[in-house]
């Protein structure tokens, strides 16, 4: 064994440079593509550039940040981002029901099942948007024809400000949902199955070898998973984009992204670059404040690896 | 005083109740399943359908005046961009996703795999500090980047091409490189070391040793890469304003304002553009889904 590392260290090159100039060709990308936009999105932030020019933009401080947190629109787009985020919480419980199930070794075709619960997960945006668009359609859509068996009337369900949300949540439990399952069925045959049979002895249940086996088992896959799912929730952009067309009724489908993009692309004359920098920092102040919050969470309920 | 009770309970009753909790398993993951693929069945049978039929009431779940190919038809010959001769819309956002997502992934691919391979097998001075920084990267959302790499990008005239596209993801990507990193530092270092003893160069171990025994988490992550880059929307709704550079996500996506209740058409649209992505993920799945939870779960 001592005569095996010897070896090693002799034929194994000391320093190679050229591993050093492989290893860093993504970082160079990042330089390149990443870090120089970064240090200039803080800069533009607070300036007011004539379209998309750089040349003679005007200095304005914390102008452009204090109109963002002043526009009752831009909090309203707060509101539907988390509001829209309610998915995640559903789409916790229901696939880690789904993964438990499959957990059983008597279920068969789980195979079929996982592959069926993941297609959304490979498909376009764009065509599920329009998809869903077109079942939640209030006249000639699917979800209210079916609702029609049960006598109930179903609304316009993109059209209308209350029903807008619920829908999307649905939406994103359907679209993530295979995602989830996945992970979870994949911590899930990673618990330890001893610790089963010594509850058992015990005389613990089903549900208590849940609560207290299998959830701090699979807890840091969870924690991966909201932590994931928040960071991709709060930018939101591409389905409410398709779905609701201007912001939907009465702005209901206007989230932080959508809001950015409205601010720099489609509506630059009202709003300008400027404007969208500091809603790109907002956001990302979000997003790491509300990651850390997650983190500092997880000491009560992870259990470390 | 539960347990004793349990003891009374005969054979039958236990078999009863777990043919009952069976049932209800599959009940429930059938439900689900439904629930995921009827929107699927909808449009596929919206594609097929009249017009007229699309939007007539009770909903019917066969096209009942038959199969009809208007929609395909519309979608596969007509170019909506007022050309008129040419490819399709469609066809011609096909052609543009590949001509951008091809290059992007396969280059991609292989820096990746070469930094992957330097982290996992080599070393040099600054290795720790480049895979923090690396790792560091992946904590940064995009959207920051958006506004200056837009303005930028229009100075160097590069807006309405496919340089912002193609270029910045053929350096390669941090989570790819993460994830093949853990799989090459699977592959014994002897297997190395003794091309090494035999002169072999440092790429000539990387192409001829480390790919071939790497094609599973290559695909896994190439695959990974080209679905991503196909059903990209965000980055080509920013930059490609031409109606004859638009990807096939974003001819999709103008394809409703184009066949304003013209449903079938636009779901025959919605099919094409899902076929490619769903084939590939049935056909590769055993890698995807290994790509997947390598990266969930380190």
């Known amino acids: 064994m001592a005569s095996d590392l010897n070896y090693k260290k002799t034929t194994k090159p000391k320093y190679s440079k ?113 998809m869903w668009k077109w079942i939640l359609d209030g006249e000639y859509g699917i979800v209210n024809h079916l609702l029609s068996f049960l006598g109930v009337k179903g609304p316009d369900w993109l059209g209308d400000s209350r029903t807008f949300m619920p829908a999307m949540i649905v939406m994103g439990v359907w679209g993530s949902l295979g995602f989830y399952v996945i992970l979870f069925s994949a911590a899930l045959t990673n618990v330890d199955p001893q610790l089963y049979e010594a509850a058992e002895i015990d005389g613990a249940g089903p549900f208590t070898k849940f609560v207290k086996i299998t959830m701090p088992a699979i807890s840091p896959v969870t924690f991966y998973l909201l932590v994931m799912s928040v960071i991709w929730g709060l930018q939101d952009f591409a389905r409410f984009q398709i779905m609701a067309p201007g912001g939907g009724p009465d702005n209901a489908g206007l989230t932080m992204v959508y809001y950015l993009y409205n601010a720099g692309f489609t509506n630059i004359i009202t709003y300008g670059m400027g404007i969208a920098a500091a809603v790109s920092w907002i956001l990302t102040f979000v997003i790491a404040g509300v990651t850390a919050l997650n983190f500092w969470g997880s000491r009560k309920w992870v259990a470390k690896s | 005083m539960t347990a004793d009770k349990k003891q009374f309970k005969s054979k039958t009753y236990y078999k009863w109740k777990e043919r009952i909790k069976l049932i209800a398993s599959y009940a429930f993951l059938i439900a689900v399943a439904l629930f995921i693929l009827i929107p699927f069945y909808v449009i596929f049978i919206t594609s097929f359908k009249t017009r007229v039929e ?204 184009t066949y304003v209740f013209d449903w079938p058409t636009v779901m025959a649209g919605a099919v094409i553009t899902l076929v490619p992505t769903i084939v590939i993920f049935l056909a590769a799945q055993k890698y995807f889904v290994e790509g997947i939870t390598m990266t969930g779960i380190k």
Do not use: C
Request: hydrophobic share 55%; charged share 10%.
């Open chain 1, 18 to 130: 050229l591993g050093f100039f492989m290893a860093i060709i993504p970082l160079t990308g990042f330089a390149i593509f990443g870090l120089l936009p970064l240090l200039l999105s803080v800069v533009v932030s607070f300036f007011k550039p004539v379209g998309y020019r750089f040349p003679g933009m005007s200095f304005v401080g914390w102008d452009n940040y204090a109109r963002v947190l002043r526009d009752p629109l831009f909090l309203k787009s707060i509101g539907n981002t988390l509001y829209a985020m309610l998915s995640i919480p559903v789409t916790l419980v229901l696939s880690l029901l789904i993964a438990t199930i499959l957990s059983n070794p008597k279920i068969k075709g789980k195979a079929i099942f996982r592959t069926i619960f993941f297609i959304p997960h490979v498909s376009s945006i764009v065509a599920v948007s329009l």
């Open chain 2, 54 to 257: 699309a939007i007539s009431i009770p909903f019917t779940w066969l096209p009942r005046e038959g199969w009809h190919l208007d929609g395909y038809a519309n979608v596969l010959l007509t170019d909506a961009s007022g050309g008129g001769a040419g490819p399709s819309t469609i066809l011609r956002g096909f052609r543009n996703t590949m001509i951008i997502t091809i290059p992007a992934t396969l280059s991609g691919l292989l820096t990746s795999a070469l930094s992957a391979y330097a982290f996992a097998k080599l070393r040099f001075r600054g290795k720790k500090v480049s895979f923090a920084l690396l790792l560091a990267t992946m904590m940064i959302p995009g959207i920051i980047m958006l506004v200056p790499s837009y303005m930028i990008y229009d100075a160097l005239g590069l807006v309405d091409t496919f340089f912002p596209l193609i270029v910045p993801g053929m350096f390669g990507a941090a989570a790819a490189v993460f994830f093949l990193r853990q799989y090459f530092q699977g592959i014994p270092d002897e297997l190395i070391e003794a091309a090494r003893i035999d002169g072999m160069s440092e790429f000539g171990i990387f192409f001829k040793i480390m790919m071939p025994l790497s094609k599973p988490a290559l695909l896994a992550q190439g695959i990974l890469g080209f679905i991503g880059g196909y059903n990209d929307y965000f980055g080509p709704l920013l930059y490609l304003h031409n109606p004859k550079r638009y990807t096939l996500q974003i001819a999709l996506a103008y394809f409703e304002g």
